[in-house]
């Protein structure tokens, strides 16, 4: 065994996640395969607030309740 693969067997290795503009990906991306490494794009995750104000302007909230009495009158009925 060389000592090339000998360093590679005890490697460790990490996840990182970065934030970079969009014209430098394609140059990180071979950067980091040449490296031997692999890229993973995970698409932005929208929090509950982003998503509840989505609905809002979609109209896909239906009812506006004053108060939660309103609301179980509503549910019960």
Partial sequence: ?????????????????????????SSIRKLIQGLGGKIQVRPKKKCGLDEAIEDIKAGRVSKDYTDIEELWKDLMA
């Fill in 1 to 25: 065994m060389n000592q090339k693969q000998e360093k590679m067997e005890t490697t460790a290795l990490k996840t990182l996640e970065i934030t970079i503009p969009t014209e430098y990906v």
